[in-house]
């Protein structure tokens, strides 16, 4: 147990006395500095006494000069400091603190106003917004999006995108975020096609909109990712097959691959949604395919028409229900095709040539976006006049081998108009011809006519 000596060793003058306590223990003497400065008691300890002493001396001649400078202090002066001592006094930080912390934030911010800089730091870091690491907003936000009626592939491939962006910036808060990091990320990408960013920028766009909502992002401003640059896409390239095309395809098609072709090449169905199509929802007798909104891009239910020769490929080979597809994935049909035919494969071919041959025989574009489950604007600005009323006839015309396509019928022929009417006289009468609708009931013609 340490014993602390009564009668300290002072240092000081007329004004100011610094005490040194030496406190003796099994472990060694400990001194303890002691001294008064703006009425508040300040201790500092020391092993070594001479050490002590000379600190103890330092500190009487730092008193001593401020008591020197205080001699010239003028009375505004004084009531400067009154001021700025009750200023403080709300947040209870001392005058010499507040002085030193404006002086070195004026450094940091050199031509800023320190008001201006507070104001904008407390806008984007906002009290109130909730604070989670990164990994938890992913997991959490995930996790609503498959409660929702968004497609599997579409959940998975909007958590491969955030999990990349997680990696990243674990350690960070989503507040914190700059959007020239992120925009650095994602230009760091190389190997990513401009589109491939751009669903990326798409799917953060979508996660900082749900935070937001949240309460982890401040709710009355955009998010980082909103400021984010939008990659310039390359002009869209629409690519189609030609009938001629199309016919090498099902020469080599196989009964596994022939309903994915079909459907694809004469329906416009998307490659994900002839996956997940069963042959229940094929209704070759009411002449549609129902595309059910759980299956759909858009989660929009749709009725595609069924055209003569898509049924004509499609009923040797239907059944009752089940998958369409016999495979996981209809890039292994794609493969098998190619490979067969020899011929390169190109990307969303069918669908495409689907859309432009079907405008061209019928050319209204509310219907056909309709059908195929796109908006009217992108009907028009993509596939507007891409073939001709010759080529879609053509397209259309693709049969299977041996089937002897309908007759179409025959028009009715017109009915005449009806003959006015004609009444004619009684034998050995002479009487005027009446033609046509007279306005008189039977008796009075009787008696025109026979006077």
Same mark, same amino acid.
């Given at each position: 147990?340490?014993?602390?000596s009564?009668?300290?060793?002072?240092?000081?003058?007329?004004?100011?006395?610094?005490?040194?306590?030496?406190?003796?223990?099994?472990?060694?003497?400990?001194?303890?500095?002691?001294?008064?400065?703006?009425?508040?008691?300040?201790?500092?300890?020391?092993?070594?006494?001479?050490?002590? *002493?000379?600190?103890?001396?330092?500190?009487?001649?730092?008193?001593?000069?401020?008591?020197?400078?205080?001699?010239?202090?003028?009375?505004?002066?004084?009531?400067?400091?009154?001021?700025?001592? *009750?200023s403080?006094?709300?947040?209870?930080?001392?005058?010499?603190?507040?002085?030193?912390?404006?002086?070195?934030?004026?450094?940091?911010?050199?031509?800023?106003?320190?008001?201006?800089?507070?104001?904008?730091?407390?806008?984007?870091?906002?009290p109130?917004?909730?604070?989670?690491?990164?990994?938890?907003?992913?997991?959490?936000?995930?996790?609503?999006?498959?409660?929702?009626?968004?497609?599997?592939?579409?959940?998975?491939?909007?958590?491969?995108?955030?999990?990349?962006?997680?990696?990243?910036?674990?350690?960070?808060?989503?507040?914190?975020?700059?959007?020239?990091?992120?925009?650095?990320?994602?230009?760091?990408?190389?190997?990513?096609?401009?589109?491939?960013?751009?669903?990326?920028?798409?799917?953060?766009?979508?996660?900082?909109?749900?935070?937001?909502k949240?309460?982890?992002?401040?709710?009355?401003?955009?998010?980082? &990712?909103?400021?984010?640059?939008?990659? *310039?896409?390359?002009?869209?390239?629409?690519?189609?097959?030609?009938?001629?095309?199309?016919?090498?395809? &099902?020469?080599?098609?196989?009964?596994?691959?022939?309903?994915?072709?079909?459907?694809?090449?004469?329906?416009?169905?998307?490659?994900?949604?002839?996956?997940?199509?069963?042959?229940?929802?094929?209704?070759?007798?009411?002449?549609?395919?129902?595309?059910?909104?759980?299956?759909?891009?858009?989660?929009?239910?749709?009725?595609?028409?069924?055209?003569?020769?898509?049924?004509?490929w499609?009923?040797s080979?239907?059944?009752?229900?089940?998958?369409?597809?016999?495979?996981?994935?209809?890039?292994?049909?794609?493969?098998?095709?190619?490979?067969?035919?020899?011929?390169?494969w190109?990307?969303?071919?069918?669908?495409?040539?689907?859309?432009?041959?079907?405008?061209?025989?019928?050319?209204d574009?509310?219907?056909?976006?309709?059908?195929?489950?796109?908006?009217?604007?992108?009907?028009?600005?993509?596939?507007?006049?891409?073939?001709?009323?010759?080529?879609?006839?053509?397209? &259309?015309?693709? &049969?299977?081998?041996?089937?002897?396509?309908?007759?179409?019928?025959?028009?009715?022929?017109?009915?005449?108009?009806?003959?006015?009417?004609?009444?004619?006289?009684?034998?050995?009468?002479?009487?005027?011809?009446?033609?046509?609708?007279?306005?008189?009931?039977?008796?009075?013609?009787?008696?025109?006519l026979?006077?």
């Open positions: 147990m340490s014993k602390r009564k009668t300290p060793f002072v240092i000081g003058d007329d004004h100011h006395e610094i005490k040194i306590y030496t406190s003796r223990s099994r472990g060694g003497d400990l001194h303890q500095v002691c001294y008064y400065e703006n009425g508040q008691r300040f201790r500092k300890s020391f092993t070594d006494l001479p050490e002590a *002493k000379r600190e103890a001396r330092m500190i009487l001649g730092r008193l001593a000069g401020l008591r020197v400078a205080t001699r010239n202090v003028t009375s505004a002066e004084i009531e400067a400091l009154i001021s700025a001592q *009750k403080l006094a709300a947040c209870g930080t001392p005058l010499h603190i507040a002085a030193q912390e404006y002086a070195e934030a004026r450094h940091l911010l050199k031509s800023v106003q320190l008001l201006h800089a507070v104001r904008r730091y407390v806008e984007e870091h906002d109130s917004t909730k604070r989670k690491p990164l990994a938890e907003l992913v997991k959490e936000y995930v996790a609503t999006l498959r409660d929702s009626a968004l497609t599997d592939h579409h959940v998975a491939t909007v958590h491969s995108h955030l999990k990349q962006f997680e990696r990243v910036f674990s350690e960070k808060f989503l507040p914190d975020l700059m959007p020239q990091e992120i925009d650095a990320w994602l230009q760091g990408k190389t190997n990513w096609s401009s589109v491939s960013r751009t669903n990326v920028r798409r799917a953060l766009i979508a996660f900082g909109n749900w935070a937001r949240r309460g982890y992002l401040p709710a009355e401003r955009k998010t980082v &990712f909103d400021a984010m640059v939008n990659p *310039k896409l390359p002009p869209t390239r629409i690519e189609i097959l030609t009938p001629k095309e199309l016919q090498a395809l &099902f020469a080599v098609s196989i009964p596994a691959t022939t309903p994915y072709l079909a459907i694809a090449a004469f329906a416009g169905l998307r490659s994900a949604e002839i996956e997940r199509l069963d042959w229940k929802e094929i209704q070759l007798e009411r002449g549609f395919i129902e595309v059910a909104s759980e299956k759909a891009k858009t989660r929009s239910r749709r009725l595609v028409p069924i055209s003569e020769n898509l049924a004509a499609l009923v080979c239907r059944q009752a229900s089940g998958p369409v597809v016999p495979y996981s994935r209809v890039p292994e049909a794609q493969e098998f095709l190619v490979g067969k035919s020899k011929m390169p190109k990307r969303n071919a069918l669908r495409h040539s689907y859309i432009s041959y079907r405008l061209a025989q019928m050319p574009t509310a219907r056909v976006a309709l059908e195929c489950g796109n908006s009217p604007d992108v009907i028009f600005k993509h596939y507007r006049e891409l073939v001709a009323p010759a080529q879609a006839a053509e397209w &259309f015309s693709i &049969f299977p081998k041996g089937h002897v396509p309908a007759k179409p019928k025959k028009a009715a022929k017109k009915a005449k108009p009806p003959q006015p009417l004609r009444l004619l006289p009684a034998p050995d009468a002479v009487a005027p011809e009446i033609v046509g609708d007279t306005g008189l009931d039977d008796a009075e013609i009787r008696r025109a026979l006077g």
